[in-house]
């Protein structure tokens, strides 16, 4: 009896160990290098290879007042698509952009790519903030 009690105690402690071990951390470089090939499949036509953009028609992604101003309208426009005039980095566009039909990891990997290069320092966005957004 006392073996039987002492193997569940025993399993009972396994399980509440393995219910607290710690997720993989977020690989961030990962991320950014499949949100590269995204961007290169689907944006850079109009903001060109390094962000830039075109002055007055393609607002660029190089250190964009306006994208890193709000992660969550970055993340809602960038799938939904925009229209209608917005003043980036002091100059006013006013064009579309249609959205992208990418999953919560992709448009996750395609943010934290733009969110951290071309000269931007914006953080890491999960999966789950994209999932959020889309509500």
Do not use: W
Request: charge should be neutral; include cysteine.
């Amino acid at each position: 009896m006392n073996k039987l009690i002492f193997t569940l105690f025993s399993a009972v402690t396994f399980i509440t160990f393995l219910s607290f071990e710690q997720k993989p951390k977020f690989d961030l470089n990962a991320s950014m290098e499949r949100g590269k090939e995204i961007y290169l499949r689907n944006c850079v036509s109009c903001h060109m290879d390094q962000g830039e953009g075109l002055e007055g028609i393609f607002p660029p992604i190089a250190k964009s007042d306006y994208m890193l101003a709000d992660k969550k309208r970055a993340i809602k426009q960038t799938l939904k698509g925009v229209m209608g005039e917005m003043t980036v980095n002091g100059v006013k566009y006013n064009g579309e952009m249609n959205g992208f039909d990418l999953t919560d990891e992709q448009m996750s990997d395609l943010m934290n790519y733009l969110f951290n290069s071309f000269g931007n320092k914006g953080g890491i966005t999960t999966p789950d903030e994209v999932k959020a957004a889309r509500k």
